[in-house]
């Protein structure tokens, strides 16, 4: 089959993908073979080829964002032929401490999607038939895959910040992740604050409900019940946090920061202020999502490469230039 495959010894000079033939994943007791349709890139993926995150495969095809059908391995709830998604959670032990008290996401042996195990940046992908999910009809493939990430993360994200109905929402960054969490706090009644850089994403933000856009330095006019920080940087952390009324709650929505800069404890964090990080998902929270995201309809604006083009797909979520969400192709 064909796959874009990440090689950690790649020439600095050489681009992140090879695009080219491999083994076609073989099925095993409780997995299942999947006919990839879409698969969404996530600023995740941009992490792993860039080694910001450490490289755990010698060759690893990236992706966990996957949209498929059921081709091998079917079970009673997924028949042949199942539309399914495949997200970054693609395993987990179940009887670590973590486990055992709801709290799967995170597990001390966890398996990730296109990070410790192949992903779906390829014709086939292998998972495991526990962590897939049947999607709901009226989703189309590619408006679909974003939603297995950037959506199930950006909702765990309120979730942490413990978003209630009505209160006062900044989001930090306003790529694919908040575009599809402000469809939900719009849904809560809550007033969101989006600060972001980038004219096209203020306008995106503007134009799906926000009750304020301002740009990278700018401080919202009200203060906080909840921020989310969506960009890779400690700074914005900071921005969000002095935006914040006492009590209120950061909750960071990545995986990897550049650094966290030092800051007045007094003037940003007493007053009992909280940052939370986000970590992964649980199964609950990709149903939940998924159930309100066919609810309510969100409708991501999805930008297509061809798996041939993969290195343009990554590379327009690195360089920001798609507003929406990026979905490769096979
Ligand atoms: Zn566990
Ligand atoms: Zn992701």
Same mark, same amino acid.
């Given at each position: 089959?064909?796959?874009?495959?990440?090689?950690?010894?790649?020439?600095?000079?050489?681009?992140?993908?090879?695009?080219?033939?491999?083994?076609?994943?073989?099925?095993?007791?409780?997995?299942?073979?999947?006919?990839?349709?879409?698969?969404?890139?996530? $600023?995740?993926?941009?992490?792993?080829?860039?080694?910001?995150?450490?490289?755990?495969?010698?060759?690893?095809? %990236?992706?966990?964002?996957?949209?498929?059908?059921?081709?091998?391995?079917?079970?009673?709830?997924?028949?042949?032929?199942?539309?399914?998604?495949?997200?970054?959670?693609?395993?987990?032990?179940?009887?670590?401490?973590?486990? /055992?008290?709801?709290? &799967?996401?995170?597990?001390?042996?966890?398996?990730?999607?296109?990070?410790?195990?192949?992903?779906?940046?390829? &014709?086939?992908? #292998?998972?495991?038939?526990?962590?897939?999910?049947? /999607? %709901?009809?009226?989703?189309?493939?590619?408006?679909?895959? %974003?939603? /297995?990430?950037?959506?199930?993360?950006?909702?765990?994200?309120?979730?942490?910040?413990?978003?209630?109905?009505?209160?006062?929402?900044?989001?930090? !960054?306003?790529?694919?992740?908040?575009?599809?969490?402000?469809?939900?706090?719009?849904?809560?009644?809550?007033?969101?604050?989006?600060?972001?850089?980038?004219?096209?994403?203020?306008?995106?933000?503007?134009? +799906?409900?926000?009750?304020?856009?301002?740009?990278?330095?700018?401080?919202? %006019?009200?203060?906080?019940? $909840?921020?989310?920080?969506?960009?890779?940087?400690?700074?914005?952390?900071?921005?969000? +946090?002095?935006?914040?009324?006492?009590?209120?709650?950061?909750?960071?929505?990545?995986?990897? +920061?550049?650094?966290?800069?030092?800051?007045?404890?007094?003037?940003?964090?007493? !007053?009992?202020? &909280?940052? $939370?990080?986000?970590?992964?998902?649980?199964?609950?929270?990709?149903?939940?999502?998924?159930?309100?995201?066919?609810? #309510?309809?969100?409708?991501?604006?999805?930008?297509?490469?061809?798996?041939?083009?993969?290195?343009?797909?990554?590379?327009?979520?690195?360089?920001?230039?798609?507003?929406?969400?990026?979905?490769?192709?096979?």
């Amino acid at each position: 089959m064909k796959a874009a495959v990440f090689n950690p010894g790649r020439k600095a000079t050489d681009p992140f993908l090879q695009i080219r033939d491999v083994p076609r994943p073989q099925c095993q007791p409780g997995y299942i073979v999947i006919k990839v349709i879409a698969c969404g890139v996530c $600023r995740t993926d941009l992490h792993i080829v860039e080694q910001d995150l450490p490289t755990i495969q010698p060759e690893l095809i %990236p992706g966990h964002q996957i949209v498929g059908e059921v081709v091998e391995g079917a079970t009673a709830e997924l028949p042949l032929g199942t539309r399914v998604g495949v997200s970054w959670m693609g395993g987990v032990d179940g009887d670590c401490f973590y486990c /055992l008290n709801g709290k &799967e996401n995170l597990c001390d042996n966890p398996v990730f999607t296109g990070y410790s195990i192949n992903g779906g940046y390829a &014709e086939y992908a #292998l998972a495991r038939s526990d962590f897939a999910y049947p /999607l %709901p009809s009226g989703l189309d493939d590619l408006h679909v895959a %974003p939603l /297995l990430c950037a959506g199930i993360i950006g909702f765990r994200s309120l979730r942490v910040a413990g978003v209630s109905q009505g209160e006062r929402v900044g989001l930090f !960054g306003f790529g694919s992740s908040a575009s599809l969490a402000i469809a939900v706090l719009k849904s809560w009644k809550c007033e969101v604050y989006v600060v972001t850089r980038g004219e096209a994403h203020r306008q995106r933000a503007a134009s +799906l409900g926000a009750t304020w856009v301002g740009a990278e330095d700018d401080k919202p %006019p009200v203060a906080l019940d $909840r921020a989310i920080t969506f960009a890779p940087s400690g700074k914005v952390v900071i921005g969000a +946090l002095a935006s914040l009324r006492k009590g209120g709650v950061v909750a960071i929505n990545a995986i990897h +920061l550049d650094q966290m800069p030092a800051f007045d404890y007094d003037t940003l964090l007493w !007053g009992e202020r &909280e940052i $939370r990080s986000v970590a992964n998902m649980t199964r609950q929270d990709a149903r939940d999502f998924l159930q309100i995201a066919h609810d #309510l309809r969100i409708q991501p604006r999805v930008k297509a490469f061809a798996l041939d083009d993969a290195n343009k797909a990554v590379l327009a979520v690195k360089e920001e230039t798609e507003s929406g969400s990026t979905v490769i192709v096979p």
